[in-house]
């Protein structure tokens, strides 16, 4: 990865993003020395303009920002970095520095749906010790399918009565299930809905 930090007088804007809520987090400046701490560690860091110092997010209140990709722009003098917040990210308390909230009961229901599927692909590639989720990966793509088709049965069974909280638990038991075996085929749930959009034109 090639930054420019010449053009900037040694320092690159870093804008911070929510790798699983894509909510942008907040904007700190690299030195060549800040981002290759950033990449060793797999904690943001930052160099301090008005402190003349690094400092890594989270060093004094313990909310770090865990790094899951780092993207530079077409310029090669802005990062666009992915990471996963372990706490507040602004100094004032609030989820993010342009004091928006980054909490999934606030998404509408497309959103948490993309937000789902992002939790789904980060355990996959980032497992978390007595993770549901990471349990059915750790059994393979066939017990996948069949978990798959044991929620499917059951969302047709509690289809035949009237007891919509069942039925509702059931369809959601189902979509996520779905959603894991999506990441397991490494399909990600807009070819599903571009498939959709292809037979809804006809």
Not at 10 to 39: C, H, K, S, W
Not at 52 to 73: A, Y
Not at 119 to 133: A, L
């Amino acid at each position: 990865m090639q930054v420019d930090f010449k053009k900037g007088n040694g320092l690159v804007p870093a804008i911070v993003q929510d790798a699983i809520t894509r909510r942008v987090l907040m904007l700190g400046y690299m030195n060549e020395e800040a981002f290759n701490i950033t990449q060793e560690r797999g904690l943001v860091t930052f160099y301090s303009r008005s402190r003349q110092k690094l400092w890594t997010k989270g060093e004094t209140s313990g909310n770090f920002l865990t790094v899951r990709d780092i993207i530079v722009d077409c310029d090669n003098d802005t990062l666009l970095i992915k990471a996963v917040p372990s706490g507040p990210v602004c100094h004032t308390g609030s989820d993010t520095c342009f004091d928006e909230t980054n909490d999934p009961e606030h998404m509408t229901s497309s959103e948490f749906l993309r937000y789902l599927e992002d939790v789904i692909i980060d355990r996959r590639e980032h497992p978390i010790e007595g993770s549901y989720t990471n349990h059915l990966f750790s059994r393979g793509i066939n017990k996948i399918a069949q978990k798959v088709g044991e929620e499917a049965v059951e969302l047709v069974i509690e289809a035949k009565d009237d007891n919509k909280s069942l039925f509702l638990g059931e369809a959601a038991d189902l979509m996520y299930h779905m959603l894991v075996l999506l990441a397991q085929k490494n399909i990600r749930m807009e070819e599903v809905v571009e498939v959709l959009k292809g037979r809804h034109s006809r």
